[in-house]
């Protein structure tokens, strides 16, 4: 048996022992893995240091922090999240218990990618851990020293059986794939994203992918620029631009165009100093296939800013690049890198225009003082998700889905998401043995008429609350009565025993 098919087996048998069940049992989980991020911060910290070269601080800031959140929150929502959820019922089910049951799904494959290591691997497996599942978490090896300490750390304070780490490469992360899962959590490239899900189509398994794609961002000519280029060079460069999220690139008017080269140059300046090479709060790019891969995107375009680099030190400066055509280099896949193109676009719709031409986008920003012209991009455009007059703040709110569409994805996650994207949602109707002559109407012989019941029972909306529902019941227990009394085989005589209560019709 490979390392590989051994983890899974290990995690299989786990959860064939019912043990991640127990709410209590999640709970004890959750938090042994909040104290890791307590009491291991720093060696979380040191190992992305040498990954990425991000400050302890930013560290906590756009990782740790958001997982600690997320933890908190699922120790505290997961009796409301885990409790069956009473759903709306019928005529034909009115006295029936009905409702959803969240129930785990299995053994859950998660891979993670390297650009916020802990936080794209983590944040998934609180998910998996929430909703009672076991799960191989597969880091990603771009990240060496994040994977390694990711390995060590886990096992000491999950249950190593019920959620093992396996890491590898490519073959490591295929063999994974040749195992069978109960759900695919992949976070990365859409390329790989294909591959993931051909694979999971072999055994029908479920996938959610959280891809990347090129996030654009409009900025208005009609707002106040110094802001938008503040939120938006912090969007660009937090991480060296290796954000899933990070704007792409900026759509804007020329008029506007010097105006917006200079603010994004002045935020540079405030964040990074004069030389963000020297500066902690600068980051590096993950390694020199990256380097190589975004330094050929700016061969064909014009350097405003930036554009200093250093191949030895993985290190290029925040870059801007003005007067972009479509078929620039940097155009054509997603930068993931620190360069941010400046296109001119006539209008408003033409923008919209050039955002439809392509790939749905995992983000898109646009910067506007004017409701009308967001709520515009809004209504004639699809995103993952949409945020107006900052960046990537919207990651961080729990109770928004997050996930791609089309090419940057499918399925989300985040707070009570994460939940319910790692369970199913089991559809419960428990019924009572009684009241079995309301059934006529749906057993043979068939008949006109008791396909008309059928569709009153079915099509008919009623909103009486809770007495009218209780006085409904009670007509309808009369009228079962009556019907097993007079031992009649359809519902002929029931239209004048209904006749009293008045429905609305949905169709
Ligand atoms: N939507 C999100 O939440 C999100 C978050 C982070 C990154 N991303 C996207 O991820 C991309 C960057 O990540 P990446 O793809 O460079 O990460 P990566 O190279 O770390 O790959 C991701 C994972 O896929 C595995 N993998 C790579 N090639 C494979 C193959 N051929 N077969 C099987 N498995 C394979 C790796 O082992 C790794 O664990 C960007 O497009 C970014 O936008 C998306
Ligand atoms: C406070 C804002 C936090 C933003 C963190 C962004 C993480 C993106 C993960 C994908 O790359």
Not at 166 to 193: A, C, K
Not at 423 to 447: D, F
Not at 462 to 490: E, F, Q, S, Y
Request: proline share 5%; charged share 25%; with cysteine.
């Amino acid at each position: 048996m490979s390392r590989e098919q051994q983890a899974v087996a290990l995690a299989r048998k786990a959860f064939e022992t019912g043990r991640s069940k127990p709410l209590e049992y999640r709970i004890y989980q959750l938090k042994s893995l909040q104290r890791l991020f307590i009491e291991r911060q720093q060696d979380v910290s040191d190992a992305i240091k040498k990954d990425l070269n991000k400050s302890e601080v930013g560290t906590q800031l756009y990782e740790t922090l958001g997982l600690e959140g997320e933890i908190s929150l699922a120790i505290r929502k997961l009796k409301d999240w885990a409790a069956p959820r009473p759903v709306e019922k019928n005529l034909l089910t009115i006295s029936d218990t009905v409702y959803i049951q969240p129930e785990p799904l299995g053994v859950v494959l998660i891979i993670g990618a390297w650009n916020y290591p802990w936080a794209v691997t983590i944040q998934p497996l609180i998910g998996a851990i929430a909703a009672g599942n076991a799960a191989v978490v597969k880091p990603s090896e771009v990240c060496v020293h994040t994977a390694k300490v990711m390995e060590e750390l886990l096992p000491l304070y999950i249950d190593k059986e019920l959620y093992p780490v396996v890491t590898g490469g490519v073959p490591e992360t295929q063999e994974l794939l040749r195992q069978r899962f109960d759900h695919i959590f992949y976070t990365g490239n859409s390329m790989v994203g294909k591959v993931i899900m051909e694979a999971a189509a072999k055994n029908l398994t479920p996938v959610t992918l959280e891809l990347g794609g090129k996030s654009p961002c409009y900025i208005d000519k009609d707002c106040d620029i110094t802001v938008a280029c503040r939120r938006v060079a912090w969007g660009k460069y937090t991480n060296c631009g290796q954000t899933c999220i990070a704007p792409d690139y900026i759509l804007c008017e020329p008029s506007i165009q010097n105006r917006v080269i200079e603010e994004v140059k002045k935020a540079i300046k405030e964040f990074y100093t004069d030389d963000p090479k020297t500066c902690p709060d600068y980051g590096r790019i993950i390694n020199q296939r990256h380097f190589k891969r975004i330094m050929a995107m700016l061969e064909d375009s014009t350097i405003a800013v930036g554009g200093e680099n250093d191949e030895s030190d993985c290190y290029i400066a925040p870059t801007v690049l003005q007067d972009v055509k479509p078929e620039a280099k940097v155009m054509q896949e997603e930068i993931f890198g620190p360069l941010l193109p400046i296109l001119s676009i006539g209008s408003l719709d033409e923008a919209i225009k050039f955002v439809n031409k392509r790939e749905k986008p995992l983000a898109l920003y646009v910067f506007s003082q004017d409701n009308k012209v967001i709520n515009k991009m809004r209504d004639e455009t699809s995103s993952g998700g949409l945020l107006a007059n900052d960046c990537l703040v919207h990651y961080s709110v729990s109770s928004l889905p997050f996930g791609g569409v089309g090419n940057s994805g499918m399925g989300c996650y985040h707070g009570k998401f994460s939940f319910d994207q790692l369970s199913h949602l089991r559809a419960c109707l428990i019924k009572q043995l009684k009241m079995e002559g309301v059934n006529s109407m749906r057993y043979p012989p068939h008949t006109a008429k008791k396909l008309g019941w059928a569709r009153f029972f079915i099509l008919k909306t009623v909103d009486l609350g809770w007495l009218g529902r209780m006085a409904l019941l009670a007509i309808m227990v009369v009228a079962v009565a009556v019907v097993l009394a007079t031992k009649r085989k359809d519902l002929h005589s029931l239209p004048l025993r209904y006749s009293s209560v008045s429905f609305k019709q949905c169709d």
